[in-house]
């Protein structure tokens, strides 16, 4: 028995020399410490027996497991060891009892006693002795500072075994004490309490808990930063799923299962086609897994809105009552009997065979004839729906068909999207404009357009961005345009093409007064008693004011008057007032439109001609001058390629028949000849000025004057035959406007005179002719004393009878007399 100077238990426990031993695996016990434990087998034994004695047992650490079957060899035992004694000892069941032991003392070995059930051992106590000196108090501060950190790392380990540590005095006791808590390998542990030696305890125990801490920070920067990385994705899911359990809280139900809810009944409701169906299905499902504020998300939706939107079965019946519709057209305009004409057929066909496929009508003609409203009115005529798109300045493909849906913000096309607006998939369709299509290298919209508007394909008609092909068969497309030259063959082939001419004088008075006056008289606020306009006063407008083929200046025109007249009786200077002809410029301020052509053919060498132009007929004034030079030719008036050579022809025709026409073939030796036409800034180009310019030259060479109110068209050869020219109507009824009483055209254009209005044919007089002669004798009024040419025909003689050669001769000398000055 040795004396025992640290531990307090020496006074109440006697520590015997020998002591059963009770071998740990995976445990260790310092001395002064607590710990549960749990025994079996021959432990069991071991304590119950020492349970009835002093309750005393020798706790050594194993080198390798044995399963407790005692016998230990000597060497598988470490060599020191923990008196410890059994504060409490519970059976928990058979052959299992648990233990509360405390440390009381560390021993050495001294040698191993053998016996039935259990070993027993000689032990040492160990001679604890206490130091107090400088590096042990540093040792022991920097133990407690490390052990503080220590337990800042470890989550499981309660924070007040700092205050604890802290208040332990004795250095060896405090070393035993941080040894067992900390969480280092029993190996590690045991050399702790191998070590007897206080300082050297302590420097081992440093040496481990350094250790330790570098494992903890280690494992701490790895879990800080696998939990940033799991933070990150989590963090979102978390709030979401709160959001959700707020939602729920509150009575909403998710809203995005509400919206796919409502997709899919749409889905259903619509009783969409079935490859429309299965898209808008497939859509739907990606739909279902994505988050309401995804960028995709809104995507789907869009494309989901799109498709039920669609009027995939809605359609409005048709008006299938021929004399209403009728009714209708003729209410909405006047005139344009060939027009109505076709929708009055269609509608017939349309009541007699109900699935026959629609035409696809053209409207041709200058601005402001009606075509665009007309479209209207077939619309209400028929009962369907309207849309209109402009197709002026369309050049991307896209625009009619669509973006495919995997741009950003793409849309169907246009058609789609009228369809959609017209809620029904039969609507009148109008495609305004659609010669001022453009193509660039975006695509061409033409080439789109032939699918649409191809009756035998445009059932199958698919927009990228829907990517399933909707049924435009039913739809009653019409197109308008001002000149079909910029069509696209391809697409004018699928066009029926219906001409809207210009209107004549009378036409503009009867649209005037049954249809833009009232109209204007509502939009300004007037009653038919405060406004009237006179025939006369129209038709000074009309003549006056405007210069075109259709209607729309003279309805700004009229539009003009009634406000000056509106504000006039809103000033109360005025009840009502009947504008005439007198007071018109009143209203519109001076007459624009020089009406007097005649004024222009003062000398011999002008001529006028007729052009054909996109927003209807005009006149063409061609001025031939001749002036000292040689051979020289000038043209001016930015006229075009083909319209130079028809100089050229002309100019070799007069030389080559210079006798016969009695010019002097010698003309062109000593003079420069210039040929202006204006208006200067627009370009002129085509054949169909060979004849005027024929005329001009002829009439400056021979001195004689072109015939008063007289107008011509036609090409011409070398050889002086007269051929056909196009757009015979239009340019007659400028010629008619422009107040031409006399008319010559090629002898083959005969046939177009069937379309022109009877009563322009009354009114001007046509000559068709073959032969260039024909025309100068025709145009030309006759030379002072020079007989008739030759060719000239009985007609021509009449005429020539009618004019007095006097005054003819007289001008000439006063033009000549200009010319010199
Ligand atoms: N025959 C007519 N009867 C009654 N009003 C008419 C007639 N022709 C044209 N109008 C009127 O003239 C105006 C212009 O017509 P609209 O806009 O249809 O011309 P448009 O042919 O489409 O011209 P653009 O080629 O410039 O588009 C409209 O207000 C229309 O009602
Ligand atoms: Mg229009």
Same mark, same amino acid.
């Not at 059963?20 to 001395?31: A, Q, S």
């Given at each position: 028995?040795?004396?025992?100077?640290?531990?307090?238990?020496?006074?109440?426990?006697?520590?015997?020399?020998?002591?059963?031993?009770?071998?740990?695996?995976? *445990?260790?016990?310092?001395?002064?410490?607590?710990?549960?434990?749990?025994?079996?087998?021959?432990?069991?034994?071991?304590?119950?027996?020492?349970?009835?004695?002093?309750?005393?047992?020798?706790?050594?650490?194993?080198?390798?497991?044995?399963?407790?079957?005692?016998?230990?060899?000597?060497?598988?035992?470490?060599?020191?060891?923990?008196?410890?004694?059994?504060?409490?000892?519970?059976?928990?069941?058979?052959?299992?009892?648990?233990?509360?032991?405390?440390?009381?003392?560390?021993?050495? *070995?001294?040698?191993? &006693?053998?016996?039935?059930?259990?070993?027993?051992?000689?032990?040492?106590? *160990?001679?604890?002795? =206490?130091?107090?000196?400088?590096?042990?108090?540093?040792? +022991?501060?920097?133990?407690?500072?490390?052990?503080?950190?220590?337990?800042?790392?470890?989550?499981?380990?309660?924070?007040?075994?700092?205050?604890?540590?802290?208040?332990?005095?004795?250095?060896?006791?405090?070393?035993?004490?941080?040894?067992?808590?900390?969480?280092?390998?029993?190996?590690?542990?045991?050399?702790?309490?191998?070590?007897?030696?206080?300082?050297?305890?302590?420097?081992?125990?440093?040496?481990?808990?350094?250790?330790?801490?570098?494992?903890?920070?280690?494992?701490?920067?790895?879990?800080?930063?696998?939990?940033?990385?799991?933070?990150?994705?989590?963090?979102?899911?978390?709030?979401?799923?709160?959001?959700?359990?707020?939602?729920?809280?509150?009575?909403?139900?998710?809203?995005?299962?509400?919206?796919?809810?409502?997709?899919?009944?749409?889905? =259903?409701?619509?009783?969409?086609?079935?490859?429309?169906?299965?898209?808008?299905?497939?859509?739907?499902?990606?739909?279902?897994?994505?988050?309401?504020?995804?960028?995709?998300?809104?995507?789907?939706?869009?494309?989901?809105?799109?498709?039920?939107?669609?009027?995939?079965?809605?359609?409005?019946?048709?008006?299938?009552?021929?004399? /209403?519709?009728?009714?209708?057209?003729?209410?909405?305009?006047?005139?344009?009997?060939?027009?109505?004409?076709?929708?009055?057929?269609?509608?017939?066909?349309?009541?007699?065979?109900?699935?026959?496929?629609?035409?696809?009508?053209?409207?041709?003609?200058?601005?402001?004839?009606?075509?665009?409203?007309?479209?209207?009115?077939?619309?209400?005529?028929?009962?369907?729906?309207?849309?209109?798109?402009? !197709?002026?300045?369309?050049?991307?493909?896209?625009?009619?068909?669509?973006?495919?849906?995997?741009? &950003?913000?793409?849309?169907?096309?246009?058609?789609?999207?009228?369809?959609?607006?017209?809620?029904?998939?039969?609507?009148?369709?109008?495609?305004?404009?659609?010669?001022?299509?453009?193509?660039?290298?975006?695509?061409?919209?033409?080439?789109?357009?032939?699918?649409?508007?191809?009756?035998?394909?445009?059932?199958?008609?698919?927009?990228?961005?829907?990517?399933?092909?909707?049924? !435009?068969?039913?739809?009653?497309?019409?197109?308008?345009?001002?000149?079909?030259?910029?069509?696209?063959?391809?697409?004018?082939?699928?066009?029926?093409?219906?001409?809207?001419?210009?209107?004549?004088?009378?036409?503009?008075?009867?649209?005037?007064?049954?249809?833009?006056?009232?109209?204007?008289?509502?939009?300004?606020?007037?009653?038919?008693?405060?406004?009237?306009?006179?025939?006369?006063?129209?038709?000074?407008?009309?003549?006056?004011?405007?210069?075109?083929?259709?209607?729309?200046?003279?309805?700004?025109?009229?539009?003009?008057?009634?406000?000056?007249?509106?504000?006039?009786?809103?000033?109360?200077?005025?009840?009502?007032?009947? *504008?005439?002809?007198?007071?018109?410029?009143?209203?519109?301020?001076?007459?624009?439109?020089?009406?007097?052509?005649?004024?222009?053919?003062?000398?011999?060498?002008?001529?006028?001609?007729?052009?054909?132009?996109?927003?209807?007929?005009?006149?063409?004034?061609?001025?031939?001058?001749?002036?000292?030079?040689?051979?020289?030719?000038?043209?001016?008036?930015?006229?075009?390629?083909?319209?130079?050579?028809?100089? /050229?022809?002309?100019?070799?025709?007069?030389?080559?028949?210079?006798? =016969?026409?009695?010019?002097?073939?010698?003309?062109?030796?000593?003079?420069?000849?210039?040929?202006?036409?204006?208006?200067?800034?627009?370009?002129?180009?085509?054949?169909?000025?060979?004849?005027?310019?024929?005329? /001009?030259?002829?009439?400056?060479?021979?001195?004689?004057?072109?015939?008063?109110?007289?107008?011509?068209?036609?090409?011409?050869?070398?050889?002086?035959?007269?051929?056909?020219?196009?757009?015979?109507?239009?340019?007659?009824? /400028?010629?008619?406007?422009?107040?031409?009483?006399?008319?010559?055209?090629?002898?083959?254009?005969?046939?177009?005179?069937?379309?022109?209005?009877?009563?322009?044919?009354?009114?001007?007089?046509?000559?068709?002719?073959?032969? +260039?002669?024909?025309?100068?004798?025709?145009?030309?009024?006759?030379?002072?004393?020079?007989?008739?040419?030759?060719?000239?025909?009985?007609?021509?003689?009449?005429?020539?009878?009618?004019?007095?050669?006097?005054?003819?001769?007289?001008?000439?000398?006063?033009?000549?007399?200009?010319?010199?000055?």
């Amino acid at each position: 028995m040795t004396e025992q100077n640290v531990s307090e238990h020496k006074n109440t426990f006697n520590i015997p020399e020998v002591i059963p031993i009770l071998p740990l695996h995976h *445990v260790m016990v310092f001395p002064k410490t607590m710990i549960p434990l749990e025994v079996t087998g021959s432990a069991s034994v071991l304590v119950d027996e020492a349970m009835t004695k002093d309750r005393l047992v020798g706790l050594i650490m194993t080198k390798k497991e044995q399963d407790n079957v005692q016998p230990y060899a000597r060497e598988d035992l470490h060599a020191m060891g923990t008196c410890a004694v059994i504060l409490k000892m519970a059976k928990t069941a058979e052959n299992r009892t648990q233990l509360l032991l405390q440390g009381l003392s560390r021993f050495s *070995v001294e040698e191993i &006693i053998e016996g039935k059930p259990y070993q027993q051992a000689r032990i040492r106590l *160990v001679d604890e002795k =206490e130091v107090k000196d400088l590096e042990t108090e540093a040792l +022991m501060a920097n133990l407690l500072t490390l052990f503080d950190r220590i337990l800042k790392l470890s989550p499981f380990l309660p924070p007040e075994f700092g205050p604890m540590a802290k208040s332990i005095n004795e250095a060896g006791t405090l070393a035993d004490l941080i040894a067992s808590i900390i969480n280092a390998p029993v190996e590690e542990k045991q050399k702790v309490l191998d070590t007897a030696d206080v300082k050297l305890r302590l420097k081992e125990l440093t040496r481990m808990v350094n250790h330790q801490m570098e494992v903890l920070e280690l494992g701490n920067k790895i879990q800080t930063k696998v939990k940033d990385d799991i933070d990150k994705n989590q963090r979102e899911y978390y709030l979401r799923q709160q959001m959700k359990a707020i939602r729920q809280e509150l009575g909403e139900s998710d809203e995005n299962t509400v919206e796919t809810d409502e997709y899919r009944k749409k889905i =259903e409701e619509k009783n969409l086609p079935e490859e429309a169906k299965k898209e808008a299905q497939r859509e739907l499902e990606r739909l279902s897994r994505m988050h309401p504020s995804s960028a995709e998300y809104t995507v789907s939706s869009t494309y989901l809105d799109w498709i039920t939107a669609l009027p995939w079965h809605e359609a409005t019946a048709d008006n299938l009552d021929i004399a /209403a519709a009728r009714k209708i057209l003729d209410e909405d305009h006047y005139g344009l009997a060939k027009p109505k004409k076709r929708i009055i057929e269609y509608l017939a066909v349309r009541k007699l065979k109900p699935d026959s496929k629609g035409p696809i009508l053209c409207f041709v003609g200058p601005p402001g004839t009606g075509k665009t409203s007309l479209g209207h009115s077939i619309a209400r005529a028929l009962g369907r729906k309207f849309w209109r798109i402009a !197709l002026g300045g369309v050049r991307d493909e896209a625009e009619i068909r669509g973006h495919r849906r995997t741009y &950003i913000g793409a849309l169907p096309g246009r058609i789609i999207q009228g369809l959609r607006r017209a809620e029904s998939n039969n609507p009148v369709f109008m495609l305004d404009e659609i010669d001022k299509l453009g193509s660039d290298f975006r695509g061409d919209p033409s080439s789109a357009l032939l699918e649409v508007l191809d009756p035998q394909q445009n059932n199958t008609f698919t927009d990228h961005y829907l990517d399933v092909p909707f049924d !435009l068969s039913k739809v009653l497309f019409i197109a308008t345009a001002n000149m079909l030259d910029t069509i696209p063959p391809a697409l004018l082939d699928r066009l029926e093409v219906i001409e809207l001419t210009g209107y004549t004088q009378e036409e503009k008075m009867k649209i005037a007064e049954k249809y833009l006056i009232p109209r204007q008289l509502k939009e300004n606020g007037l009653t038919a008693s405060q406004f009237k306009l006179t025939g006369k006063a129209l038709s000074t407008i009309i003549t006056g004011y405007t210069r075109e083929a259709g209607v729309r200046n003279l309805e700004r025109e009229i539009a003009n008057a009634c406000r000056g007249v509106a504000a006039q009786i809103a000033e109360g200077s005025l009840k009502s007032k009947t *504008v005439t002809d007198k007071d018109v410029h009143r209203y519109l301020g001076a007459v624009r439109v020089p009406t007097d052509i005649d004024a222009r053919i003062t000398k011999p060498g002008i001529a006028i001609g007729l052009a054909w132009t996109p927003v209807g007929g005009d006149m063409l004034f061609i001025e031939a001058t001749a002036m000292k030079g040689k051979k020289g030719l000038t043209l001016t008036g930015q006229l075009g390629d083909v319209m130079k050579e028809s100089v /050229a022809a002309a100019l070799s025709f007069l030389r080559t028949n210079a006798e =016969e026409l009695g010019v002097n073939p010698d003309f062109f030796e000593d003079r420069d000849i210039h040929i202006h036409v204006p208006a200067g800034a627009t370009p002129k180009d085509g054949p169909s000025a060979g004849v005027t310019m024929l005329t /001009a030259l002829t009439s400056l060479l021979t001195n004689r004057k072109v015939r008063k109110q007289l107008a011509m068209t036609g090409e011409i050869t070398l050889r002086g035959a007269v051929l056909p020219v196009g757009g015979i109507k239009e340019k007659v009824l /400028a010629a008619y406007r422009a107040g031409i009483k006399t008319l010559i055209l090629p002898a083959w254009n005969r046939k177009d005179l069937e379309d022109i209005p009877a009563n322009v044919q009354k009114k001007v007089k046509f000559h068709f002719v073959s032969d +260039m002669m024909e025309v100068l004798t025709l145009a030309l009024e006759p030379a002072a004393g020079r007989k008739p040419v030759k060719k000239a025909n009985a007609k021509t003689a009449q005429m020539k009878k009618a004019k007095p050669t006097a005054a003819a001769g007289k001008k000439a000398a006063h033009s000549k007399a200009g010319a010199k000055k």
